[in-house]
Each structure stands twice: as C-alpha cells, then as structure tokens.
C-alpha cells in the first residue's frame, strides 16, 4: 500500500532526471581522475642521436623475440636514436639480433640512458679452451663453512669474482683444491 504507481509522463520526466544525475556524475568522476593522472604525466621528448633503454614487453614485441627467463631484464640497451618520427615515435638503431623487430617505438616504450663511465666495459683477452669453457679468474677468497649435504659435511668457500659488481659465489673445496692446487700448498 503507500506506493506510488509512476505511468506516462511522470515515470519518463523521473527516469530522464536519473540519467542526467548520471552523467553528470560519471562526467565530475572522468575529470578528477584526468586532473590526477595529468598531474603525474611527465612529456617523453628524444631527439635523434640520443641513447635510450628499450622496455621488454609481449606489446614492443622484444619479449617475443628473446628467450623467456623468469629472471630477464625490464629494459635493454642503450640504443641510440637513429630519426623521430612525429612527436611520439622513434626509429632506433638495434643490434643484429633484434633484426627481426620493427625498429620505430612509441616513446612509452623508451627509458631515458644517463650516460655513466662506470658503464664502460673494458674488453678483456678472453682465452677459451678446447673444451669451449673459459676461465675466469676470481679476485678473493673471502669466508668458508661446512654445510651438511645427504647428512655429509660439505666445505665451501665464499669466491669474490668482481669487487666492482659484488659477485661473489659459494664454491666446493674440493673443485677450489683442483682448479686453484697453489691456495691449498700450506
């Protein structure tokens, strides 16, 4: 009882309002959300002869084109910009094994390379054996410890191979004693 019965004119003039509260609310949403997302949004502007980080993604088409590792980098390069094209696209010069990949990408897809002397990598003279392994020699022992292994106890050393980098590795004792004897003549 006590409900209003809304026929012809009155549900049309109710219903027309309702929507234009809608819009008018989705419209005042659109705009604070434009207005926060402006504010954050910063112009990507290259120019050619620049170096730029390439972002691996499935939509560049770079993630394809590499092996999937779960461990692979977000970004690859620094690739120089051969041409603009337009406000938003760059050509960049890619290496030969990025042949196959369509050379020109949207500035979202580009990461600003600040240039860094300690980037520079010194080629070194590489020997490679006859077995297609190659030795790299380590600059340090720095710890050992005994670790049980199948309910055995296992001696490692901490091997430091670049101070530069940190990269250090736990190695067997045993694999030190013969690849590295002059260590262990005490």
């Not at 659109?30 to 972002?55: G, P």
């Not at 960049?92 to 990598?121: C, E, G, T």
Request: net charge positive.
């Amino acid at each position: 009882m006590g409900e209003v019965v809304l026929v012809g004119p009155e549900l049309l003039e109710q219903t027309t309002k309702k929507v234009k509260m809608v819009r008018d609310r989705m419209q005042a949403s659109q705009s604070r959300q434009k207005a926060y997302a402006d504010r954050r949004r910063r112009l990507l502007e290259f120019t050619a002869e620049d170096h730029v980080f390439l972002r691996v993604t499935r939509t560049t088409g770079v993630g394809r084109s590499l092996r999937s590792r779960k461990l692979s980098p977000k970004f690859l390069g620094p690739y120089q910009i051969s041409r603009r094209i337009g406000h938003v696209a760059n050509e960049i010069a890619l290496p030969p094994q990025l042949a196959n990949l369509y050379p020109v990408f949207h500035v979202s897809q580009l990461r600003k390379y600040v240039f860094d002397p300690s980037h520079v990598l010194e080629a070194e003279d590489v020997q490679i054996r006859e077995d297609l392994t190659v030795e790299v020699p380590f600059v340090a022992l720095e710890d050992n410890r005994v670790e049980e292994r199948r309910e055995k106890p296992v001696s490692l050393f901490k091997v430091i191979w670049d101070r530069r980098t940190c990269d250090s590795t736990w190695e067997l004792e045993e694999d030190m004693r013969e690849s590295h004897p002059h260590l262990f003549s005490w």
